[in-house]
């Protein structure tokens, strides 16, 4: 059977891209795993179930982004003996992933790198909090043990381990370099220091509530991750949101791009010692927050996106508002990014530091900004638009340079394309309202939502009963993908630089431990 | 008379201990005002270092009698230092048994001692501190080595006083393109020696790419508020032997009066608050180095104090 068949054989999902599912054996699992790798697709989320107290059984499920369709593989394990194949041979990302799946619900993959991840110390081995008969109340003694970090030999090579207490007020993730001199060998990461048990705590909630939840998965991602929770809702409910909602929801996501992308670009600046930078463009971001405020009632629109429509309407003169902003922000942009790309020693420091060039990128998976400023064309408002991007056609924003310098490059790129959709969403708002009831859960109870946040595509797998309880809601951020490429892109370089190459990146500690 | 001396060598290093915390707030005032942001008061680090005197202080528990005592030895140093350079008057008797090449040999001290007592605890940052630290000084110490041998060369002596009384004589008032170069040469050795922008960023909180702070990153309390203080002191030591060698105007070289000290202590904060303002516009403007971007720039400093003694021998022999 091939694989386009099988695709396009799979039913039907709900979500609010085109998505299908194909329900799988342990041979299929691989086989069209693999099939979907040589098409290029690549590897979006991986996550498992338990249903051993309907069907006896578990469920590993794999999301993939093929060129304009998501696929998801859905694969039923024996409760008594969870083993499934692993995908690392094509996917290397899900690695990591299939070991926090291990130490979430005990589903073995056959991989040979089984150290824990998420796990540190916080409940025993022999424990998988995520499963139906582990009470999400229960504790443990604190435990702590060694982890083994892969040693590098050889002469005058020594270690430096860093965090997860920092100098800086930052999140927390512990990084084990090996070097010479200053020139680094290896990084290796440890993450899994903010794990809160997000999805566990996601069982607990009624279907109408877990928004705020999920707004809280990531906090500089709140709209995205609100965004794909309540597209995954409304797709269980068979609920069609308005599409004065879909552009509110749209002007919100493309907000929180722009206070990122200037918060960064700040940051980038201080981080190569141009602290001038940092102020100037803290102060924008600020304004816009500030506007936020004014607007939507909340700074980091943490709740702004509600299942069946947005929490407030914009009428004309905060219209008038928001367009006579972006017009200042867009005037400092371009007076700021002047002096970004003619300062030489700004410009040195950017050029060349922390390069992932584009074959690397491509076969470790990369997604989002990252992947585009390693010439790879990764995004999802452009290559599968859901409303209403469908009618805004973004425009591709590339670099092939694959440097700290490019990632800057995209970011001032996207902030410019995004003041130019949201003027877009402004001029064209259409009528009508903000709410849509939410009716009832549809047979399928399965339903999927895939946003293009600021970082990359952040996705919500939602499984819900007809009571509106939340059976399993699994939530994705494109960290996961991207923090193994930092390993990759600071080999050579010198230790004092990875803190810029670092924040080039700047993944989600919360997003990525959950 | 002779007391009176001694007495104004003490105030000379109350004056500086006391000033170079001010110092360190005029610049940090500066670079806030340049950068757009609301500025900390100037008195700022003495606050802070009230604050740090209060604190109970904690130790590494692999920490040695090094480690405890490297504070008072790098703090004592800068204050003998200060005693050397003739910031306010050339009436320095202490200086007349240590010349410019042992205050060379006194900031090395300070150096080793700090250096030592990061890698005492054994951490990595402070091992990663160090290391770099002990690169930069091998080659800013040459380097202002030579600077200095400019000015012996022009004063035909070693003593910080005597090359500013020479400078000060009027048969000195002549153009000398050599002090030019060693000028520029000081300046790049200064921001490197005092942990400064482009070589080392003073108010980062990235372990990683710290040099100066991460040796004293282990420190609190009453140790670090040494530690912070030699430090203001060692920039303001260095900001008066650029005065010294450069634009010594000022400085009383008679018999030492009152008044005298009063023009010259006038004369002193004029040139420091104008120091303090350039640095911080040059901090402002300027991204950091690639760490191993400075060594060029500390070679292009030898260079440069090295063209200054060839253009003296050439042009004004």
Redesign the interface.
Known sequence: MSLDVMTREGMPLPANVPARRLIVDAHQWTAVAQQLHEAGAYLLALWGTDERDRSGLFRVFAAFLASDHVVVLQHAMAGDRPVYPSLGRWYPVAIRLQRAIYDLLGLESDDGDTRPWLRHSGWPEDRFPLRKDVSAAATYPNRPRPYPFVPVNGEGVH????GPI????IEPGHFRFSVVG?KVLRLEERLGYTHKGVAKRFEALSLLDGHRLAARVSGDSAVAFSWAYCAAVEAITGTTVSPRTAYLRALALERERIANHLGDLGAL?N??????GL??FS?LKERLLRLNQDVFNQRYLMDYVIPGGVQSDVGPRLIRLLLDEAADIERDVVALRAIYDE?T??Q??FKDAGQLTPSIAKAQGALGLVARASGIERDLRVSMPWAPYDDLRPAWVLRVEGDVAARVQVRFDEVMESLRLSRLLLEKLPRGSVSTAILAVKAERIGLGVIEGWRGPVMVALEAEESFAIRRCHVHDPSWQNWPLIEHAIIGN??????LINKSFNLSYSGHDG | MTTAVYLWQVGVCLVATGLAPLFAGWVGQC?AM????AAPPVWQPYRMLRKLFHKEATLATDASWLFRSAPYVVFAVMVLAAAIIPSLTTQLPVARVADAIALVGLFATARVFMALAAMDIGT?FGT?GARREMMMGFLTEPALLMVLFNAFLMAGTTALPAIVQSTLTPSHAMLHPSLAFAAVAFVMVLLAENAR??ID?P????????IH?AMV?EYSARHLALMEWASWLKLFNYACIGFTLFMPWGIATQSVSVGGMAFALLALVAKLLVAGSALALFE??????????APEFLTMAFLLAVLGLLVHLLLEG
């Open positions: 270690e430096i381990p860093v920092h100098a800086g007020t200053e600046g981080d190569a010692g141009l602290a001038f102020m100037q102060a300062h020693g700004l040195d420091r010198i230790v004092p630089d990875f803190p | 670079r340049l950068q757009n942001r990595a990663l922008l482009p960023n108010s980062t909180h990235l372990e990683l790419t710290m702070e990153l402002t403007t300027s991204a950091k180095l690639r760490l191993f971007r």
